[in-house]
């Protein structure tokens, strides 16, 4: 009977003192929604702003939140690192402080080259606790207005290569021989 | 310049420099990238625009590191096989020798840009951004080649051994390719951006993605237009320089 109640009363303090360390886990501190564009289909180039809204879901106020943006190659199962896409994408986007309640305004410039199916994810990372809400998926459809003509390279680097080696081979043969010849 | 001394030049650098086998090197190496660009995975989310400027950068990249070897090797390589003093010793003025020498070198450079044109083309087949990307190919081209090999050829008169003259010519050729590929918050910092700004190769390849992606019009491009004509006539003037230095230095 001892040992039973003894076994409680750990897993209740085991449980009450997880309980902070759980929560501070927990998703939800922020909502993180993705205003405009709605959804992207264009042809590269493509450039626009995100504009987001962070809110602060919590009863307290939050500090030094951090933005970042982060996309998500559909097709051909890649994630893209942001510097690809303009000198400001990279850097992340801070807010200072959140207070209850509240909702403060990113803006995030994007330029994008590539062509495919993407999805752009907003996320909010807050160093105290370590909780990483993130934002409805933006689809992009980059269309491309052109396609590389891979037969029509291939061939043609194939052939000026072997034309060109079998032209070198001739010339120094054809060099040798009147080389010989004198 | 003595037209005879350049058909000699050219003569040599075809094939006692082995710039034949360099121009077919070339042509391999570029259809080995067009084979990558159009059967690996990851290069199809590339589009068009991309691969033609990773093209154009590889063609830009390996003309110019041919013709620094073949310039940096010039003179060296006379007074090492000691035919630099039957040189001297002909009617041809100093300057006359080093242009004949600086000619025959830049004439393999032009070779290879006209080796890249089916490339070029074949890549940008459909994309209406063929004469951009040719001009650009041609422009930065030729530019660079004046520059590079000038002090590629400054540098064989100078240094007394072929090893150094083309290690210290690869060597500028990459310091000055180094600020193009920043990346990051480099280039924003007031260095990176003073650096891009002069830098010739950062200029070529910030005046290929202007036309090529967003194209913009060369003549609304003249900030990387100036620092790569300024970089050719500083090329120019120490080739010009460097002519007044040709000696027998360093011959037994």
């Known amino acids: 009977m001892k040992k039973i109640i003894s076994m409680f009363a750990a897993v209740l303090l085991f449980v009450c003192s997880a309980v902070p360390a759980f929560a501070a886990q927990a998703p939800g501190e922020v909502s993180v929604v993705i205003n405009s564009p709605t959804a992207v289909e264009d042809k590269p180039v493509y450039e626009n702003n995100l504009d987001i809204t962070v809110t602060n879901t919590t009863d307290h106020t939050l500090n030094n939140l951090v933005c970042y943006l982060s996309i998500v190659d559909v097709d051909r199962g890649f994630s893209y690192n942001v510097d690809e896409f303009g000198p400001n994408a990279y850097q992340t986007h801070s807010i200072t402080s959140l207070a209850a309640g509240e909702s403060a305004s990113v803006v995030i410039p994007v330029k994008v080259t590539y062509v495919g199916q993407f999805k752009f994810l907003i996320s909010v990372v807050n160093p105290d606790t370590g909780a990483t809400p993130t934002s409805n998926a933006l689809s992009v459809h980059m269309i491309a207005t052109s396609h590389l003509n891979n037969t029509l390279v291939l061939a043609v680097s194939i052939t000026v290569s072997l034309v060109i080696i079998v032209g070198v081979f001739l010339l120094m043969n054809r060099r040798k021989q009147l080389g010989k010849q004198k | 310049m003595n037209q005879s001394m350049v058909k000699k030049e050219l003569r040599e650098s075809l094939y006692e420099s082995k710039g034949l086998w ?231």
């Open chain 2, 22 to 252: 360099m121009i077919a090197a070339v042509s391999v190496i570029l259809t080995a990238l067009c084979v990558l660009a159009t059967t690996i995975r990851e290069a199809s989310a590339f589009s068009q625009t991309d691969v033609l400027q990773y093209a154009i950068k590889a063609v830009l990249f390996l003309t110019l590191m041919v013709c620094m070897v073949l310039g940096a090797s010039s003179f060296v390589a006379e007074r090492e096989e000691n035919t630099l003093e039957s040189l001297l010793l002909t009617p041809i003025s100093k300057l006359q020798l080093t242009l004949s020498k600086y000619v025959g070198s830049l004439l393999i450079g032009f070779v290879l840009l006209l080796v890249s044109v089916p490339y070029i083309l074949a890549i940008s087949a459909g994309s209406g951004l063929t004469a951009s990307a040719l001009f650009i190919t041609f422009f930065c081209g030729l530019l660079t080649l004046l520059a590079f090999t000038g002090i590629a050829v400054m540098l064989s008169v100078l240094l007394e051994s072929t090893k150094a003259s083309i290690l210290t010519s690869v060597l500028i050729l990459l310091v000055l390719t180094f600020p193009a590929f920043l990346k990051g918050t480099l280039k924003l910092s007031a260095v990176g951006r003073f650096f891009l700004s002069i830098d010739p190769i950062a200029c070529c390849f910030n005046l290929m993605e202007k036309m090529l992606v967003d194209q913009v019009s060369v003549f609304s491009l003249m900030q990387y237009v100036l620092p790569l004509l300024v970089f050719a006539a500083i090329g120019i003037a120490l080739l010009v320089w460097g002519s007044g230095k040709v000696s027998l230095k360093g011959e037994k």
